[in-house]
């Protein structure tokens, strides 16, 4: 914990710069042939999608080993990558469909799968916050099964473009973008990445502070 | 892995004799699915005649609401007389434990839709005898994920705060892959010219699913009740 | 909260009024801006789009923001109080 924690002035400080200069590579980067200006929305939604993604399969992780091996850390760390997927989860939900909007004429689409399984991934994340705050004592082990089923889910949302094929851009697309595309999407993600690095390992930080006041005040209480 | 089923078993005769002398699930259930498709009734039917497409969604609505009923009222059952705690300390693997409680809550809803479906056929003039096999299959799937997850829930919510608004909130977005194709493939049948190949594969996907949620939840079930 | 809290909270409280109006201003302007997509050859678009991509950008940052912010200030309450209840630890009142 002792090394994440040095790392996070470290992250914060590339995220910050990078983050700096990101819109002036996005400015640069051409237009898309179809969508116009709008694209560039692209360049913070998906490493977004990509850090919602990755939270949620790290809070699976550490509610699994919360849940065999009981050790708080993995519990800390379960609940700030839940709140991190709430939070870009949410940016991904409100810049998607302002895209949306412009690009194929209609803020939501119901019969696309990706969008309806990753609203459904984050209202899931959602309630695992929930739980974990009205559901009194015990409530991190139930909410470790939760957040389980929720990383169930992760494979779905990001397959579901590539099988069920209705409107939302498939993955191919980033594996296909032309160099001036490529490199400030790299950019970006880079940017965000740190980012919430630095951001869960603070969240988990916090969380411990505040396990420890507790147990601080039990001790008082003695 | 016969004495899990054989427990299971026990436990679930143990629920049903339990639910046969007092009949209140089953009546509360019933009397509740009915009230919610007499609101649908006014509210999805136009000028005397059903809103086209709607009736496999009401369906499903109907059914995923009686289910967290069914599922907060069994296990609230269990709190009140503390028999959870005493089946969670019998010499019972925990996997016949929740296997026990599933069989018990699947057969209610199983007796649930017995009169929610043909009541749903009269009142939005849905074809539920046109494909019977293909439309039970469907059902028994969609119900199996949904109390699938629903019991494993119900049984962790138990002991915590909030429990009655806390199982919906955490419990639908959970299944709403298995709503999305339950509906979907019961469209597909009630549908003017029906599209049996849709609701297959949706029955397939249900399957799948069910598959994927009783997986994780026999597995969770035994670490996440141990306290 | 102390008197100096509350400043802090007030100015961080008028920052994310002001993304958010801001947003909502270039929004409403917008109309009138419907040239900026004209390319040889392209129908003319009724949506321009740029007051989408300011305003998804503005909502990343004030999400972003926010967490960072309610964060910051969760932890430094906590570290307060950590400090406060070791001390009532080491020596505690008779």
């Known amino acids: 914990m002792r090394v994440a924690t040095r790392l996070v002035p470290v992250l914060l400080v590339v995220a910050v710069v990078m983050l700096a200069r990101a819109p002036f590579l996005i400015d640069a980067a051409p237009y898309e042939s179809t969508m116009g200006l709008v694209q560039k ?26 849940l065999i091996r009981r050790r708080r850390l993995a519990d800390h760390v379960a609940l700030a990558a839940a709140e991190l997927v709430v ?26 799968a990706r969008l309806t399984i990753t609203l459904v ?29 929720g990383t169930a889910l992760v494979p779905f949302v990001y397959w579901s473009v590539n099988i069920w094929r209705t409107q ?55 | 892995m016969t004495e899990i089923i054989r427990a299971a078993w026990l436990i679930a005769v143990k629920d049903l004799r339990v639910e ?43 059914i995923v609401f009686a289910g967290t009923l069914a599922l907060g009222r069994t296990f609230e059952r269990e709190r009140q007389t503390d028999t959870l705690r005493a089946l969670l300390l019998a010499p019972v693997e925990r996997p016949a434990v929740y296997l026990g409680k599933l069989a018990a809550v699947l057969l209610l809803l199983a007796a649930v839709e017995a009169l929610v479906v043909p009541v749903v056929g009269v009142l939005f003039q849905a074809p539920i005898a046109r494909a019977p096999w293909l439309l039970m ?60 190949d849709t609701a297959r594969l949706m029955l397939t996907m249900l399957v799948f699913f069910d598959g994927v949620f009783i997986t994780i939840a026999l597995w969770v079930f035994g670490p996440v009740m141990s306290e | 909260m102390t008197a100096a809290r509350r400043h802090t909270r007030g100015w961080w409280i008028a920052w994310a009024l002001t993304l958010v109006l801001s947003g909502a201003a270039a929004a409403a302007q917008a109309p009138q801006d419907d040239f900026l ?35 910051w200030r969760r932890l430094a309450r906590v570290e307060k109080e950590l400090a406060e209840v070791r001390g009532r630890l080491q020596s505690p009142p008779r």
Do not use: N
Request: aromatic share 14%; hydrophobic share 60%; proline share 6%.
């Open chain 2, 20 to 62: 046969a002398r007092s009949r209140e699930l089953i009546y509360t259930t019933v009397f509740f699915a009915l009230s919610c498709l007499l609101v649908f009734a006014f509210a999805f039917v136009r000028g005397g005649r059903p809103i086209p497409d709607t009736a496999g969604g009401i369906l499903w609505v109907v």
């Open chain 1, 168 to 222: 939302h851009p498939t993955t191919d697309v980033v594996a296909t973008l032309p160099p001036e595309m490529r490199w400030p999407l790299r950019w970006s993600m880079l940017a965000i990445f740190a980012l919430s690095g630095a951001l869960l390992i603070l969240r988990t930080q916090l969380e411990r502070g505040r396990a420890e006041l507790e147990d601080a005040y039990a001790a008082v209480e003695e």
């Open chain 3, 37 to 71: 997509l004209a390319k040889p050859g392209d129908i003319q678009e009724s949506l321009p789009a740029t007051p989408f991509v300011f305003v998804a950008y503005a909502f990343a940052w004030a999400a972003v923001a926010f967490y960072v912010f309610w964060m």
């Open chain 1, 121 to 149: 991934m984050w209202m899931l994340f959602a309630g695992y916050l929930l739980l974990r705050r009205f559901g009194g004592a015990g409530s991190e082990v139930l909410a470790a099964a939760v957040a389980i089923f």
């Open chain 2, 137 to 196: 299959g469907l059902l028994a799937a969609g119900t199996l994920g949904f109390a699938a997850v629903g019991t494993l829930f119900a049984a962790m919510l138990v002991r915590a705060q909030s429990r009655d608004v806390l199982l919906p909130v955490l419990l639908y977005p959970v299944t709403v892959p298995v709503i999305i194709g339950g509906v979907l493939g019961t469209r597909a049948i009630f549908a003017p010219e029906p599209d049996f």
């Open chain 1, 87 to 112: 939070v870009f989860g949410l940016i991904v939900l409100v810049t998607g469909p302002l895209w949306a909007r412009k690009a194929w004429g209609a803020w939501w689409v119901w019969q696309d």
């Open chain 1, 41 to 66: 929305i692209f360049y913070f939604h998906v490493p977004s999608a990509l850090v919602a993604m990755t939270s949620a399969i790290v809070c699976g992780i550490a509610s699994t080993v919360f």
